[in-house]
C-alpha cells in the first residue's frame, strides 16, 4: 500500500480534510470559529466546551446516553459527545449559547423558569436543545409525543412532569401568538 | 490523524484504498464511544455520511425492491414513503436510542458494527437483504448472511465501504420486537423480527443478541409454512405455542452482565409467538 505521508496525486481533493496539527474551523452559532492546538479526534463536545470555551453543553456519559450535550448539527438534533469535532467543519452548529442572548431567554427557557422545570440545572441546556426540536418538528405534541422525543434527555431531580409541562406552556402559548397574529 | 470529509463515492473509496487503516465514521453512535473512552486511537477516519451517493434510498417498482444507502439514517427510515415500503426496517429503527441517536446513526453503521445486538440487522437478515460494497478495484455484493462473520465481524475488506443494502418490498404482515431494561437508550438484550411473504406463502423469522450474530430460525420457518392459513390469515393457538418453541430451540444464548442465557431464549419464545400472531389471527 501507497505511504499515506506522500500525497497521491490519483486522490482527488476532498472538499474537507483536517490534519494532523492543523488548524480548523468550525461554524458555532454563526460564527467561525478556530480550533487550534486539538487532536482531531475530540468530541464536538469537548471542542465546544475546552476549546471554545462554550460551557452550556454538559458533559456527563459521553457515549450518548444521557443527551446532556445535545447540540443541532446540519439542523439535526444530535448529542455532541458523538460527534467528531473536525467531521462538523462546514455544517452550521447551534449550542444552548446560540438558542437566544443572555438575559433574553427563549420562550423554551423561559417556561422551563415558570414551570418549574429546573432543578439542579445540568440536564436544561441538553433538554431545552431538545425541546426547540420537538416543537419545530411537531408544533402541537400529545403528551406521548413529547415523552418519546425527550427520552433521549436524562434529568435525575424532577422527574419529567414540570418539564412535561414546559413543552406544553410553550405549544400553547405558540399557539395562541399564532392565532392572535391572524385576529391582528 | 488527518479526518478525511470526502462529498463523493469515488473521492471516499480513493482515500480510503490510500489509507486503509482508516477508521469508516458514519454516525459515530458507536465509534465515538470508543474514541472518547480511549478504546480506539484511530490513525486516520474516513466520514462517510455527507457522500451523496450513501445519503439516499430508491425504489425500484419493476424489481419490487428498495435500495437503501449506507449513510440514511435511523430516523429517515422512519419517515414514509419507506416506512411504508419496509415496515419492519422503521419499527427497528424506532427502537435505536433516543432521537439524537436517530439523526445520527446509520444503516450503513449498524452493519459496519456488525453486533449481535444491532437493531436494523435481524430486519435485513429476515428480508434476505443483500449488502453492497465497493472499493477503488470494483464493486460487490453479498446475501446479508454471507457478510455477518461473527461478534463485530463481517466481510468488509478494509479498503471497501458498504454503500447500500437492497431489500425486497414484501406483500404480508412484518414486525420487530425487541426486549431491554427501558424503551429508550437500550442495548436489546434480545429481538425479533418477522417478515410474513402472502403471495409467496413464507414465513421468515430472524433473531438477535442470542447468538454471535443474527440467527433465522428456519426450522420455525418451514413449519409456520406448513401450519398457517395464508389464505385466511389465521393460525391456530397450538402453532403459535410451537412457533415460539422453535424459535426458542434456535436461540444460542449467553449468560452476561445484561441477562442470563435462560431469559434471552425465553423472550425469544414469547416475541417470535407474539409477531406470528400480530400476522395471523387466532381461530
Not at chain 2, 48 to 74: K, Q
Not at chain 2, 160 to 178: H, M, R, W
Not at chain 2, 234 to 245: I, L, P, Q, W
Request: hydrophobic fraction near 40%.
Amino acid at each position: 500500500m501507497s505511504d499515506p505521508t506522500v500525497p497521491d496525486p490519483t486522490v482527488p481533493e476532498p472538499t474537507g480534510s483536517v490534519g494532523f496539527d492543523e488548524l480548523y474551523q468550525l461554524n458555532v452559532n454563526g460564527e467561525t470559529r478556530d480550533v487550534r492546538d486539538a487532536w482531531v479526534g475530540e468530541s464536538l463536545l469537548y471542542v465546544l466546551r475546552e476549546r471554545l470555551g462554550l460551557m452550556g453543553s454538559k458533559g456527563a456519559c459521553e457515549q450518548g446516553e444521557c443527551g446532556s450535550c445535545s447540540v443541532m448539527v446540519d439542523g439535526e438534533l444530535v448529542c455532541s459527545c458523538l460527534v467528531m469535532a473536525a467531521s462538523a467543519i462546514d455544517q452550521p452548529i447551534v449550542t444552548i449559547e446560540g438558542v437566544a442572548p443572555i438575559g433574553s431567554p427563549s420562550d423554551v427557557q423561559q417556561a422551563f423558569v415558570d414551570a418549574g422545570a429546573v432543578q439542579c440545572g445540568f440536564c436544561t441546556p441538553g433538554l431545552i436543545m431538545a425541546t426547540h426540536a420537538l416543537l419545530e418538528r411537531s408544533a402541537e405534541p400529545s403528551e406521548f409525543e413529547i415523552r418519546e422525543e425527550l427520552s433521549g434527555n436524562v434529568c435525575r431531580c424532577t422527574g419529567y412532569g414540570r418539564i412535561i409541562e414546559a413543552v406544553q406552556r410553550v405549544s400553547v402559548s405558540r399557539r395562541a401568538d399564532a392565532e392572535s397574529g391572524i385576529a391582528s | 490523524m488527518p479526518v478525511l470529509v470526502p462529498t463523493s463515492l469515488d473521492q471516499a473509496v480513493s482515500m480510503l484504498s490510500a489509507t486503509p487503516d482508516a477508521l469508516v465514521l458514519a454516525g459515530g453512535t458507536d465509534a465515538m464511544v470508543e474514541v472518547n473512552a480511549g478504546h480506539r486511537k484511530p490513525h486516520h477516519v474516513l466520514v462517510v455520511n455527507r457522500v451523496a451517493e450513501l445519503r439516499s434510498w430508491t425504489f425500484d417498482p419493476e424489481a419490487s425492491t428498495v435500495r437503501i444507502g449506507s449513510a440514511v439514517t435511523y430516523a429517515e427510515l422512519m419517515e414514509p414513503p419507506i416506512a411504508d415500503l419496509v415496515p419492519a426496517l422503521a419499527e427497528a429503527s424506532r427502537t435505536v436510542g433516543s432521537p439524537q441517536i436517530r439523526h445520527a446513526g446509520t444503516l450503513g453503521g449498524n452493519l459496519g458494527t456488525c453486533s449481535p445486538a444491532g437493531d436494523g440487522l435481524p430486519v435485513l437478515a429476515a428480508l434476505d437483504a443483500i449488502v453492497h460494497l465497493a472499493s477503488a478495484t470494483g464493486e460487490r455484493s453479498m446475501p446479508i448472511g454471507e457478510f455477518m462473520v461473527g461478534v463485530k465481524r463481517n466481510a468488509r475488506r478494509p479498503d471497501e465501504l458498504i454503500t447500500a443494502v437492497t431489500v425486497p418490498v414484501v406483500s404480508g404482515y412484518q414486525g420487530y420486537s425487541k426486549v431491554g431494561v427501558r424503551n429508550a437508550m437500550v442495548i436489546a438484550l434480545a429481538t425479533a423480527c418477522i417478515v410474513v411473504d402472502t403471495p409467496g406463502r413464507t414465513v421468515r423469522l430472524a433473531i438477535g443478541s442470542v447468538g454471535t450474530t443474527i440467527i433465522r430460525c428456519t426450522d420455525a420457518e418451514a413449519f409456520a409454512a406448513s401450519a398457517v392459513d395464508f389464505d385466511s390469515g389465521t393460525a391456530s393457538g397450538d402453532t403459535v405455542t410451537r412457533f415460539g418453541e422453535l424459535a426458542a430451540a434456535a436461540s444460542r444464548p449467553i449468560d452476561d452482565h445484561r441477562a442470563t442465557a435462560d431469559y434471552r431464549r425465553h423472550a425469544i419464545g414469547v416475541m417470535a409467538g407474539r409477531l406470528l400472531r400480530r400476522g395471523f389471527a387466532n381461530v
